[in-house]
C-alpha cells in the first residue's frame, strides 16, 4: 500500500466538511452574539459564508435546503452549546456556601446571584428566549427548545434536591420535585428578563431569615425563598 493509500481521501473530505460546517456555525454564533439573537431567523447563510471568508457554494454543500436546513442545524448547534449553563455556576457557589456552614437563606441568596450573574454575562439564556416565540409556529425548532430546557432543567432538579435533603426539608404533600424547578426557574427567567432591561428594580427587602431574624434580601431571592417555603417542610421523622 502506497502513501496515498493510508488516508482514504473520502476520510480527508469528511474531515474538512465538518471542520467547515464548525465553522459557519461557530461564526453565525459571533454574528448573533454581536446582532442580538433576535436576528437569528433572518440571519442569511450568504452572510455567514461571506463573514467566514467561505463560499456560498461550500455552505450549500452541507445544507442542500438553503435557508430551512442552516437555520434547523445552528438552532441545534446554539441551543446545545449555550443553553443551561447556570446550573453548575449556582452548583458551585451553593456548594462554597454550605462549606461554610451558612444557613439555607444565605445559600438560596447566594445562588440567586451566581445565577443573575452568568445569565445576564453568558449567551445560553439570550439563544432560549429568543427562539422561544419562534418556536410556537415551528413545531421542530420547539422541539429543539424544549430539549434545551430540559437538560437545563433536569440539571437544577439534582440540586433542589440535594439541597432538600441537606437542610432536612421534604416537599410538602402533592408536590414534587419537577413542581418545585418549574416554579423556580419560571421566577429566574423573570429576574434576569427584567435584570437585563431594568437593573435598577432589582431592589433589595428585609425579610425574616431561616430563625425569624430580620435580614436583608435581594428580591430575587425573597421570592425563591418564599417558593421554597411553600413547597417544602420540615422533614417528619417518619420520612
Avoid at 72 to 80: N, P, V
Avoid at 88 to 105: F, I, M, N, Q, Y
Avoid at 177 to 192: E, P, Q, R
Avoid at 224 to 229: F, G, K, T
Amino acid at each position: 500500500m502506497g502513501m496515498g493509500d493510508q488516508q482514504p481521501p473520502r476520510r480527508r473530505k469528511n474531515a474538512s466538511r465538518e471542520s467547515t460546517r464548525q465553522e459557519l456555525l461557530e461564526t453565525a454564533r459571533i454574528l448573533l452574539a454581536e446582532r442580538g439573537f433576535d436576528t437569528a431567523l433572518s440571519l442569511r447563510l450568504t452572510e455567514v459564508t461571506k463573514a467566514a471568508g467561505l463560499t456560498t457554494g461550500a455552505a450549500y454543500q452541507l445544507w442542500a435546503g438553503g435557508q430551512a436546513d442552516f437555520h434547523r442545524e445552528l438552532a441545534q448547534y446554539l441551543i446545545e452549546r449555550d443553553a443551561g449553563k447556570g446550573a453548575s455556576s449556582v452548583a458551585d457557589r451553593a456548594a462554597d456556601t454550605l462549606l461554610e456552614g451558612r444557613p439555607l437563606a444565605d445559600v438560596i441568596e447566594s445562588g440567586a446571584q451566581a445565577y443573575l450573574d452568568e445569565q445576564l454575562n453568558e449567551l445560553g439564556f439570550a439563544v432560549l428566549s429568543h427562539y422561544w416565540p419562534a418556536a410556537r409556529t415551528h413545531a421542530e425548532l420547539a422541539e429543539l427548545v424544549k430539549e434545551g430546557y430540559d437538560r437545563f432543567h433536569n440539571s437544577f432538579t439534582e440540586i433542589y434536591a440535594a439541597l432538600i435533603d441537606h437542610f432536612g426539608l421534604e416537599l410538602q404533600p402533592g408536590v414534587t420535585i419537577d413542581d418545585l424547578t418549574v416554579a423556580m426557574s419560571a421566577v429566574a427567567d423573570g429576574f434576569v428578563l427584567r435584570a437585563g432591561v431594568d437593573p435598577d428594580r432589582m431592589t433589595t427587602v428585609r425579610l425574616a431569615g431561616d430563625d425569624g431574624t430580620p435580614r436583608e434580601w435581594s428580591l430575587f431571592a425573597a421570592s425563591l425563598a418564599a417558593i421554597v417555603r411553600a413547597m417544602t417542610r420540615t422533614r417528619s421523622t417518619e420520612s
